[in-house]
């Protein structure tokens, strides 16, 4: 069966320091990818998705950006966060030839201050 | 564009008692409908899902029937447990398979 993991599961990270979330996908192969934030009393945001190996769309400008490295790792990177950087960041992946349902991660809690 | 409006929250009940979560949607064509819960601390979950008009998607206690007449998928359950106590939200995919989601509504449930 098929597991997603995150990492870290929270971080509390300083104004103006860097950032990076992993993200890795088990039991599937060329999955696609996503990045959603959830800001505090907020819905969910997409912000980055791949369809395959250095293969990043980005939907909303911002200070972040996203990398595929491998198949199954996602990573999530910013070189200077920013207060509204703050938010929980959810990770999720689609199994390309059967369905459109999308299963999601445990998450990453992310404090700026 | 696609979007989905959800009925606002939060919702507070009492053990036993009936629950709806309005959900209409806006869209080209006939896209999938999701109902997603996040319980706290907790990432999102695949709660149920129908993918064409006049499908229903249940789980757990939890129905969604696809209404292309209404543009809605609203959801229910006729008798909730405090576990239920959580952040339900409604979503759609089209042909992007990116999801479209609404706000979140908060659920809790009282003994």
């Known amino acids: 069966s098929q597991t997603i993991h995150q990492w870290p599961a929270t971080l509390v990270q300083p104004v103006g320091s860097p950032l990076s979330l992993e993200c890795t996908v088990e039991g599937t192969s060329n999955p696609n990818l996503y990045w959603y934030r959830q800001a505090a009393g907020r819905g969910l945001q997409l912000l980055f998705y791949s369809v395959g190996i250095g293969q990043i769309s980005s939907e909303v400008p911002q200070n972040l950006s996203a990398s595929r490295p491998q198949d199954r790792q996602f990573i999530l990177s910013s070189k200077k966060l920013l207060l509204s950087d703050s938010g929980f960041y959810l990770c999720a992946w689609r199994l390309v030839e059967s369905t459109d349902t999308q299963y999601f991660g445990p998450g990453t809690r992310l404090t700026v201050l | 564009g696609n979007s989905v409006t959800q009925m606002e929250g939060p919702v507070t009940l009492s053990e036993e008692a009936f629950l709806t979560i309005n959900c209409t949607y806006t869209?080209?064509?006939?896209?999938?409908l999701f109902w997603y819960v996040q319980y706290p601390g907790e990432g999102l979950q695949l709660l149920l899902k129908?993918?064409?008009?006049?499908d229903k998607g249940s789980n757990k206690g939890f129905e969604a029937t696809y209404r292309k007449e209404t543009t809605s998928f609203h959801l229910e359950k006729g008798s909730v447990q405090v576990s239920d106590s959580a952040v339900y939200f409604c979503a759609l995919s089209y042909n992007d398979y990116k999801l479209s989601f609404g706000a979140g509504t908060t659920v809790t449930v009282r003994a």
């Open positions: 129908a993918t064409k008009a006049d």
């Open positions: 869209a080209t064509g006939y896209p999938s």
